[in-house]
């Protein structure tokens, strides 16, 4: 029996992308999975083809810097299936400004989705954890959170301070047995990857050592590591999937 069985996930962001691609492989080990979206007509899809395939799985949807709506969607999952132990948040977005063109208030998105929605989201699961003594926390950061990236400064900013929230809490928590630990994907074919100019993707392709984007399926087991017994031992940790784009 896999160890997944016994858990309850939670993925942000669960409707596309990232997010489905490890909603369906923590659902395929036996988990339950809230796969929560702000993207209703995704989120329901995902779950419905989970469900129909004999898996455990319920939408949930709810902006994830929402702080009230987020509560009210992981109390829906919660009464469904049972306190939150794994939780990926992973909700994102992109675009590509310089900052000399960005309005405060392309920034300021910027920041509630990707940053302020760690906050929310973690903070609605810990007490459960806590009292549980078991907890995955595993964040999506970026490789350009440490390297940078042209007409991206909020967007890096966004996945520098995901690396650091994730360092900061996993020293709160690793007494409590709840690991915190980060990925940072390199340019992986998702939709997201839409939402940039042709010659900024083209540009990227060129400049990578591998010549191409990565898959979704290339980054979903580096998440179940983490989200496994066998992963108790990354703590503040952040496992790069890049192509060579960041060696570090
Ligand atoms: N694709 C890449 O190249 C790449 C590289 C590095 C990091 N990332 C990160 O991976 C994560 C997932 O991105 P993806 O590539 O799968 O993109 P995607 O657009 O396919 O998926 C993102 C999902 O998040 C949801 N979402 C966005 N804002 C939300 C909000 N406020 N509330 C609720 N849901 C919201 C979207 O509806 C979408 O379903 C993001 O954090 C992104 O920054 C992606």
Partial sequence: MSEFTTRVAVVTGGGSGIGKAVAIALAEAGAAVGVVDWNRANAERVAADLCGRGLRALAAVADV??????????????????????????AGIDNAVPLVDMSAAVW???????????????????????RKR???????????????APAMVHYCATKAGVLGFTRALAYEV??????????????????????????????????LPIKRFGTVDEVAPAVMLLASDAGAYFV???LNMNGGDHMA
Avoid: H
């Fill in 65 to 90: 810097a929402d702080e009230p709506a987020v509560k009210t969607a992981f109390a829906t999952i919660v009464e469904a299936f049972g306190d939150i132990d794994i939780l990926f948040n992973n």
């Fill in 108 to 130: 300021d998105e910027m920041m509630r989705v990707n940053l302020r929605s760690l906050f929310v989201c973690t903070k609605a699961v810990l007490p459960a954890m806590q």
């Fill in 134 to 148: 078991w907890g995955r926390i595993i964040n999506t950061a970026s490789q350009s959170g440490y390297k940078g």
């Fill in 174 to 207: 690793i007494d409590d047995n709840i690991t915190v630990n980060a990925i940072a994907p390199g340019p992986i074919d998702t939709p997201i990857k839409d939402t940039l100019p042709p010659e900024w993707v083209a540009a990227k392709v060129a400049g």
């Fill in 236 to 238: 503040g940790a952040c």
